[in-house]
């Protein structure tokens, strides 16, 4: 089936514009994460949301970040004003629910985001 | 404290050899545990996951875990010149976020 999508790939804007990241999960994916890689580091957890439950934002670096997610499927990324510092690869990922509650996640391809 | 730590690299092996990556947590409350592998410029892939202490093999990939030490590792035997990539631990807890370790660099040398 369909894996996790991201929309666009790349994505190159000034300083100062809002941007907005999509991404469209695995179906039937109850979780979906937001990640955060910059050059050669690790990932950065940005949000978690899980079903109907209110999403952990604990991860946003800072308020001109929010992120939503529509009917339980896809989301959106919003970085207003940005900064330099923003640019990175914005990474999603979806994971099925069960009771175990700890299925693995699946990562889609990516947005690359430049600053300028 | 990190929450998840992992040497960093690079570890460099020869073609043919075991690559042993490990990786610590501080979460006692960790349940089930995944290594992921990502090529430089690519998506982290699921290669391992493991929820019981001891070994689960797959193919030339042995997950290793030891929940009373906090510890888990990744044998990777007949090592590739293709297994070069780094390798991310990320524990979960039950009902919990996923943490990332900053992974470990991995150089399979022909």
């Known amino acids: 089936g369909a894996g996790v999508s991201q929309s666009p790939s790349n994505k190159v804007t000034e300083k100062g514009k809002d941007v907005e990241l999509r991404c469209d999960p695995i179906?039937?994916?109850?979780?979906l994460y937001w990640y955060r890689q910059s050059l050669g580091q690790g990932l950065e957890f940005l949000i978690y949301?899980?079903?109907?439950?209110?999403?952990?934002k604990s991860g946003l670096p800072s308020d001109r970040f929010s992120a939503e997610r529509t009917g339980g499927s896809v989301s959106t990324l919003t970085i207003q004003r940005t900064q330099q510092e923003d640019s990175a690869v914005y990474l999603c990922?979806?994971?099925?629910?069960?009771?175990?509650?700890?299925?693995?996640?699946?990562f889609g391809p990516g947005t690359r985001l430049t600053v300028l | 404290q990190k929450e998840v730590e992992q040497n960093s690299g690079p570890l460099s092996v020869p073609e043919g050899a075991i690559a042993s990556l490990n990786c610590t947590y501080s979460?006692?409350?960790?349940?089930?545990f995944f290594w992921y592998r990502q090529y430089s410029g690519k998506s982290p892939e699921l290669i391992m996951s493991?929820?019981?202490?001891g070994d689960k093999e797959d193919g030339r990939f042995t997950a290793q875990l030891n929940k009373a030490s906090q510890y888990v590792s990744l044998l990777i035997r007949d090592s590739q010149p293709s297994d070069s990539a780094t390798y991310l631990c990320?524990?979960?807890?039950?009902?919990?976020?996923?943490?990332f370790g900053p992974g470990t660099r991995l150089s399979v040398l022909p």
């Open positions: 990922a979806s994971s099925p629910w069960t009771s175990g509650g700890w299925n693995e996640q699946f």
């Open positions: 979460d006692r409350g960790s349940q089930s």
């Open positions: 949301f899980q079903g109907n439950s209110a999403p952990d």
């Open positions: 990320a524990p979960r807890g039950y009902g919990q976020n996923f943490v």
């Open positions: 179906s039937g994916h109850t979780a």
């Open positions: 493991i929820y019981s202490n």
